[in-house]
């Protein structure tokens, strides 16, 4: 909930509720009370315009708790089938990376391994500091 320039924490579930903001004259607090007056928050100030984020450390908790209630350890969903790219689709990633559509997966290369055999050539010829000549 943003309050003179600064957001304070509500309840989760609450996002979007409309709540009211209530601080006395002279009090470095201020209460937040849903439309049937029941206070569901009490922050301390921010100093006006500051961009600061006030969270109460319940409203915390209660969000961890809400956002793990949703995570499941069950197994993927099994009537979910992968399926292969289709040719379109093929053609439009070929496109997409500015190359020609065609030819068959091998002639496809990602990655020239020819690069890096080479370098792994000159490492496995290059002698260790034991095998260099003395000086």
Avoid: W
Wanted: aromatic share 2%; net charge positive.
């Amino acid at each position: 909930m943003s309050f003179e320039g600064n957001l304070y924490s509500v309840p989760p579930g609450m996002s979007g509720m409309r709540v009211t903001v209530r601080q006395r004259l002279g009090e470095d607090y201020l209460h937040i009370a849903t439309a049937g007056k029941a206070v569901v928050a009490r922050h301390r100030l921010a100093p006006r315009g500051a961009g600061r984020t006030v969270r109460d450390a319940g409203h915390v908790i209660a969000l961890e708790r809400a956002v793990l209630a949703q995570v499941s350890d069950r197994a993927p969903c099994k009537t979910k089938t992968h399926r292969p790219l289709s040719p379109e689709a093929l053609a439009e990633a070929e496109r997409l990376r500015g190359q020609t559509a065609g030819g068959s997966p091998a002639e496809r290369v990602v990655i020239n391994l020819d690069t890096y055999a080479a370098v792994a050539d000159r490492l496995r010829t290059t002698p260790t500091p034991e095998e260099e000549p003395g000086e």
